[in-house]
């Protein structure tokens, strides 16, 4: 039997991933998960569970606590953007989970350092995520002004990679 921690783990894993659907069975266990169509972005409605031996109650997606405690920042807003101009524009995030690595292999040169122009298309980094290797690609024109993650580093979803000053 699956414990409570493993089945949050798999409603995160599905929720932060493409995939609409997800079943799982083990030793008599079933976990069908089905992401919800109206809201892409809430989190995973777990249909069932169902164990044999005994009922279990659906498992519910726990909502985050939300702190809205300010911290006193005198620095008007106008003065912080230009800070994030100076070294790039743009940043470039992983879209997954996983394993960062800045070259192909470990006998090739890295897709790209401070200073190199990009193109939208341009591969950058390969991010590993359950032994598929995901080529990420710049999405955007310009010039890597900062590399923001070491080979090798595990990165999070949504996590800044490069910063790209564009043209």
């Known amino acids: 039997m699956l414990k409570v921690q493993e089945i949050r783990e798999l409603i995160k894993l599905v929720d932060q991933s493409a995939i609409d659907e997800f079943s799982y069975e083990a030793d008599g266990t079933t976990i069908s998960m089905k992401k919800s169509s109206n809201n892409p972005a809430a989190a995973v409605d777990t249909e069932t ?9 659906p ?4 909502e985050p606590e939300i702190q809205t405690e300010q911290k006193e920042d005198n620095t008007p807003k106008e003065e912080q953007i230009p ?19 800045d070259k ?4 090739s040169d890295i897709y790209v350092k401070k200073g190199s122009k990009v193109e939208a298309d341009t591969v950058v980094c390969i991010v590993e995520a359950m032994k598929l290797f995901n080529e990420i690609e710049a999405e955007t024109a310009g010039e890597i002004t900062e ?3 070491e080979d090798g580093e595990l990165v999070e979803y949504g996590q800044p990679l490069f910063r790209v000053k564009t043209v």
């Open 59 to 62: 498992v519910k997606p726990v």
């Open 147 to 149: 590399v923001l993650v």
């Open 49 to 57: 569970i169902a164990v044999p031996q005994k009922p279990v109650e």
């Open 104 to 107: 192909p292999n470990p006998e």
């Open 83 to 101: 800070e994030k101009s100076a070294t790039g524009d743009k940043e470039i995030v992983s879209p997954m989970v996983g394993t960062f690595y």
